[in-house]
């Protein structure tokens, strides 16, 4: 038998489920992190380096020690908002 499609909200508690989830939130702080690299970087050189060579870019830099610094703060009970950026980790 198939299955009825979701109601309207059944789809916003989806969505909100999925705004609300851990991944969701390290994906957009990653994100972010990832567009102020794109900036900085383009800043530096002059020109817009673009989002997949800033995305490369930042992986191979600072994706390591940001996500270790992001989980010590976590683990410490510290709010999001006090999270290091890249720039902060970078300086150190």
């Known amino acids: 038998m198939p299955s009825l499609p979701p109601t309207p909200n ?8 999925v705004k609300q989830s851990s991944l969701y939130q390290e ?3 990653e994100r972010e992190e990832i567009l102020k690299h794109k900036w900085i970087e ?3 050189l002059g ?8 995305l490369l870019d930042w992986i191979r830099k600072h994706r390591d020690s940001w996500r270790a610094a992001r989980r010590a703060q976590l683990a410490a009970g510290l709010p999001p908002s006090s999270l290091p ?6 300086k150190k």
């Open 10 to 17: 059944e789809n916003l508690g989806n969505r909100d489920f």
């Open 27 to 29: 994906f957009l702080a």
């Open 42 to 44: 383009s800043e530096r």
């Open 47 to 54: 020109y817009d380096i673009g989002f997949e060579r800033a």
């Open 85 to 90: 950026t890249t720039i902060e980790i970078t």
